[in-house]
Every structure is written in C-alpha cells, then in structure tokens.
C-alpha cells in the first residue's frame, strides 16, 4: 500500500491486514501512482483508489483473468458510483473508467508529472473487465466542491502542458455543453435529484478547469 504520511488510523488497519506499506510524500498523483507501481513484486498490479471498493464480482473476474495464459496486458475496470446515497445508473457516470486499473506489471507506466487525472503508457493489449467496483466519490455536497475545486486547480499546470487555450467565454461555453451533455444526452435526469447533482459538477468543473487557466494567463500577462 503507497501511503502519504496519513494520520488518521490508514497504517493501523493496513498492518491489521498484514499489507506491506511504503511512504511516499504527495506531490503528484501521477507520481504517487508511478511509485505504488515501482513498489509491486508480483506479476499483476490492482489499482484501487481509497474511494473505491472491489466486489465480489470483481474479485472474482480479476482472479479469472490473471490465471489465463491469453489474458490482455492491461483492463480497463467499470465503476458503479454512488451519489447521496443512490447508485448512479447515467450523467456518464455508468459505467465510469478511468485509466487502466489492472494490469501486468513493466507492461503500464503512469504519466509522473501530471498533477490529476493522471495519464498512462501501455505496452501491450488492451482489455475490458465485465463487472464493476464500487465508488463513492464523495460523501457529502461539501467535500464534492472541496474536491473540485481542488482538482480544477491541480489542472491547470496539466492543460498549459497540452497547450489549450483559455478564456472566460470559453469556459462557460465548455460548461454548459458538460450540463447539457450529462443532464440530457447522457439521460443524468433519470437518476433524479443526484443526476442533477452530478451535471451541476460536471459543469462546475468544465467551468472552474478553463476559467482558472485564463485567470492564470491574465496574471502572467500583468507580470510582464
């Protein structure tokens, strides 16, 4: 397990377990993930997130495939996200991948200078898992704009890199299309109260992702 100094009970309950534990001081995520990776000795590597549970299912589906001689190099692994309670079934949040979770380990690297969303390298085949893990991104409306402020803000560095251009106008237009495309195209009002939660984040965070980058260009224009 690739811990950052936590000081809440994280390395008691891991030693409960008999989990190895290596400390690594958060700079990036990408970096932190790379690490984890570079800290594994067996062939296959699960990522899971402290926001994520396996299911059985899962489980079962990753013991099938790490036994099969033919098995793709790297999968891809659906999430079932809760919101407020209730299981999230459109918005694009079903199913919701992020980078490849499981994977043979020396065949994925992870992107180490991204600060969020963080990108991979893959050497080898590409593969899709069929059962879902559980997420529960945030427990509360607080910590869901706490985490997207703090993320939109991580962002930034990682768009300048990609050269995107930014702009207030356009930061609400890229917002009102995430709305729009989560809340209708993606069918998020069927999930009710929670699906108008989940477009209002998506907007919010197209929106805060750009805003921000103009609002930094404008204050390295004003320095020069």
């Known amino acids: 397990m690739i811990d950052s100094f936590s000081t809440d009970r994280t390395l008691e309950i891991a030693a409960e377990h008999g ?6 001081e958060f700079r990036r995520f990408g970096e932190l993930r790379q690490a984890g990776v570079e800290n594994t000795v067996h062939p296959w590597v699960f990522s899971l997130d402290s926001d994520e549970r396996c299911t059985p299912e899962a489980r079962d589906e990753i013991l099938a495939i790490i036994a099969d001689p033919g098995s793709a190099d790297a999968y891809l692994v659906p999430r079932q996200n809760f919101l407020l309670g ?11 991948c992020r980078q490849p979770q499981l994977f043979r380990r020396g ?5 180490a200078e991204d600060d969020v969303h963080e990108g991979w390298v893959l050497k080898g085949r590409l593969g899709r898992m ?8 945030y427990r509360t409306l607080d910590e869901a704009i706490a985490k997207m402020n703090r993320y939109t ?6 768009q300048e890199r990609r050269g995107a251009s930014g702009g207030f106008a356009k930061a609400l237009l890229h917002a009102k299309w995430a709305f729009f495309k989560a809340y ?3 069918l998020g009002f069927l999930d009710g109260g929670p699906g108008l939660v989940v477009a209002m984040l998506r907007f ?11 609002e930094r260009r404008l204050a390295a224009r004003g320095k020069g």
Not at 19 to 24: D, T
Not at 130 to 136: G, K, T
Not at 153 to 158: C, F, T
């Open 19 to 24: 989990a190895r534990v290596v400390q690594v």
């Open 86 to 96: 209730r299981r999230i079934r459109h918005g694009g949040w079903y199913p919701d």
């Open 107 to 111: 065949r994925m690297t992870y992107v």
């Open 130 to 137: 069929r059962n879902p893990v559980v997420q529960i991104p």
């Open 153 to 158: 803000s991580l962002g930034v560095a990682k």
């Open 184 to 186: 209708v195209l993606q």
């Open 204 to 214: 919010e965070n197209s929106f805060y992702k750009h805003a921000k980058l103009a």
